[in-house]
């Protein structure tokens, strides 16, 4: 394997490094994605338990099949992760920035 020149570590690392743009602290996403798929789960066991709860014995062979169209009607709520952006990219974001922000103080 042949040595990089510092440039082109450079080049990769802007490549291959991602940043967060989404807007939150990195402690935020952190936490906020295993809240995110627990609470799909959670939703999804709720709404497949609610018409189950039925007492056995009450149920009749109709409305065990209604339940059972029910049950396999409900959907699992959206949510998917996003992926973070390549570095460059977010230094490219940061200097557009800057420079929209570039001569709005005035001097008194």
């Known amino acids: ?29 952190r936490k906020a994605i295993p809240r995110r798929k627990r ?12 018409p189950l709860s039925m007492k056995r014995s009450t149920i009749d062979r109709d409305a065990a099949e209604a339940v059972e ?14 992926p973070d952006i390549p570095l460059g990219e977010y230094i490219k974001r940061q200097e557009a920035a800057r420079r929209s922000r570039a001569g709005r103080k005035r001097m008194a």
Do not use: N
Not at 9 to 15: G, T
Not at 69 to 82: C, D, E, I, S, T
């Open 1 to 29: 394997m042949r040595k990089r020149t510092p440039q082109e570590k450079k080049q990769l690392s802007y490549e291959r490094d991602r940043r967060d743009a989404y807007g939150e602290s990195d402690k935020g996403s």
């Open 39 to 50: 609470e799909v789960v959670r939703a999804y066991r709720r709404a497949t338990k609610e």
């Open 69 to 82: 169209l029910r049950v396999l009607g409900v959907r699992r709520k959206g949510w998917r992760k996003f």
